[in-house]
DNA sequence: TCCCCTATTGCAATCGATTGCAACAAGCCC
DNA sequence: GGGCTTGTTGCAATCGATTGCAATAGGGGA
């Protein structure tokens, strides 16, 4: 190995700089490279320690054009009926980190976008991109009929949300009405009679819930829920909140929260109010997020299986990518019961 | 326009279908959807609304090879000293939706990589990859040599944390020993006399803001505070964190944790306890999250400016992209005073 | 009428890799 | 010794766009 330059030399950087070095064509170095069994071991070697010595990694730009596969997989959050709402919202952070690490763990690297769909072609845009082998939504929005649309002809498309009756794209979700039925159950056999519903009901996994929530409660005879609407953005969701307790705590005894930051804030105002959780005022919560497990009381919520739920999704992506059919997934919502309610 | 085809008729994939279908070449219809002038304004249109009827859409994969433009940056999380934590990490995804925002605001994509850095050259097949313009890192765990090492021939980097003296990399972050005064300083000011420090020393970050805390102790000539490991994930937290206060806690009258996730995580093993906070008890986190705003009490904590710093660091990177010199960043830490201290 | 200038368009090289096919040498069998 | 297989390697097309330069046509001025 006396030929070796100076590892600093001048950097290689492609193909036919190595070629050159090692006097051979782009193509054996490419296959060397490769580890293909099509060039003699011993230049194999020579050629793997020479491009090991110069630094050399192949420009991926160029290698995806050409074998038309990326090795990069789309998350995407978009954002329809809730614009001010954060990248950083647990639930989908909490998501998007098991996404990551199914995907990392396969070798697909993951890009990251989060989507204010105003164009109607928000998703045609990303899909027809060329940069992305697959496509993982993190929730439909109110985006139902361009997930359709462009579910039809584009098969490695995997969605988070519900499934309706018809639907062609891939989801895997929650049943979010019998989520929402649990909750209200559970709160009437503690003995709630006057239930409200804190979420607003423009995002379909919310309303779904909701209808849960009423449905328990004309079953059990009830009067019907109070609903109050809460942006999810958490900087407005704690006054909103506050502001709604003052003005109808007396006309209810029990709280079902859209979801476990909606709970959490609750909590948070119950406490400003001086009202006692579960003993006043039960609070229910949805998502069962790992911080659901830090909050006093520990909150007492239904539980989506977020990290069953994103291996399936890329359990499924991977399938539809290979070329076969993957049915949607309707998980079982669970009762989590802790200290809340 | 009685030429266009129905737009389901055969999907036109290339520029080459369109120029076809236009009867012009393909750098004319490279042009007319780029809006250059160099094309006549009616062919412009014209071509360009055939485009748009057949759905197409350019391959970006082609554009970004040849233009040696990505539109890409890289976010990054190394994860060396501990490799269990995961992606959800509050504040990584606090940090991380502050990027991503700023980022897709300037029009890049964001490709976010876990990386456990076992191999040496993680940071090299990043950079090295063709597919980033720029690389951000959140944090820079315990891989200072390999970060100088690229930053020393690689511009467009920018990495969350600590600026040493001599350091090559640009950084973005907070003065992490000051910050750990400020909080030692704020208890002893409550009257706490024997602090807990918790949090493992492994991470740079909240080594130096314990070595803030001894500083406190030690001006205020206090015995040295009990340092107590925990790890950051967070299920293992909690029991960690339960086993040291049965075990500690009538030796201490304070704690300064090393983040807001450990402090919340402290809140709800304390009321477990049954121990009053502030009162029994008081509690400082570091970071200010959101979160910290949800708890009960309310978390008192150090506050790092994640959103300015975010921006910092995406205005630093198109500095550095467009050849400019950046300077690196070191915020003041600032107390936040609530409830829990 | 001729020439030059400008507006528009086409041609072909280029980005950096991968890969089917052809070419060549060596070895083997008959 | 001729023909065939096997093992290696090079050639050149290809992925799908962008862009410098050449080519063409038409208009205007002298």
Same sequence: chains 1, 2.
Avoid at 14 to 28: H, K, Y
Avoid at 68 to 84: A, F, S
């Amino acid at each position: 190995m006396s030929q070796d330059a100076p590892p600093s030399d001048r950097p290689a950087r492609t193909l036919a700089d190595i070629a050159r070095l090692a006097g051979v064509s782009t193509g054996t170095v490419s296959r060397a490279l490769a580890g293909s069994s099509l060039v003699n071991a011993e230049t194999r070697e020579r050629i793997q320690a020479l491009a090991a010595a110069h630094d050399f990694r192949v420009n991926q730009m160029a290698r995806r054009l050409r074998t038309q596969k990326t090795g990069v997989i789309g998350v995407v959050v978009p954002l329809g009926h809730e614009r001010r709402q954060h990248l950083s919202d647990p639930f989908f952070m909490t998501i998007l980190g098991h996404l990551a690490d199914a995907l990392t763990e396969n070798g697909y690297d993951v890009m990251l976008s989060r989507v204010i769909p105003d164009a109607a072609d928000w998703l045609e845009r990303i899909v027809d991109s060329g940069m992305l082998d697959g496509v993982l939504l993190i929730g439909q929005s109110d985006q139902m009929e361009a997930i359709e649309r462009v579910a039809r002809r584009y098969r490695p498309l995997v969605a988070w949300g519900s499934s309706l009756p018809g639907q062609v794209h891939c989801a895997v979700g929650t049943e979010n009405v019998a989520g929402g039925r649990i909750a209200a159950e559970h709160l009437i056999a503690r003995g709630v009679r006057r239930i409200a519903f804190l979420g607003e009901l423009r995002a379909p996994e919310i309303r779904a819930r909701f209808e849960g929530v009423c449905a328990a409660a004309a079953a059990a005879g009830l009067p019907a829920p109070l609903q109050l609407d809460t942006h999810l953005a958490s900087e407005m969701m704690e006054q909103e909140i506050a502001a709604h307790l003052t003005r109808h705590l007396d006309r209810i005894d029990g709280i079902a929260a859209g979801s476990d930051m909606i709970a959490m804030t609750t909590l948070r105002a119950l406490a400003d109010q001086g009202m006692a959780v579960p003993s006043d005022v039960p609070v229910i919560g949805y998502d069962d997020l790992p911080l659901g497990l830090q909050t006093v009381p520990r909150l007492t919520t239904v539980r989506q299986d977020i990290a069953r739920g994103a291996r399936a999704m890329v359990e499924r992506l991977f399938a539809r990518i290979a070329g076969q059919d993957a049915p949607s997934l309707v998980m079982a919502p669970e009762l989590v019961v802790r200290d809340s309610a």
